[in-house]
């Protein structure tokens, strides 16, 4: 596994996805949410990776989460939350 890179999730802005965070023993997840990546950037003090749904709205990811890839699918585990962030292409 490797750590955040901006390119890699560039490759989503303009899509639609479904974003789906779930916690380390999957026992409580959210509802899937189907959005539109509308641009992706760093926040201002470079710990995280922003996911913009439109100009205010955004998730967050931290940096040193731990990413797996596939075509369509990218998935980001943030060992201190616990939390498992994944995106899907629709």
Known sequence: MEHIKLADVEQFTGAEVDIIIGDEQNSEQ???VRKI???VQYCPDQTH???YFDHFYFLAV?????VKKSEGVWSAYDAESGLTYTM???
């Open 88 to 90: 899907k292409k629709v």
């Open 37 to 39: 990546i509308k641009k």
């Open 62 to 66: 931290p940096l040193t989460s731990h």
């Open 30 to 32: 959210a509802s899937t």
């Open 49 to 51: 990776i922003r996911l």
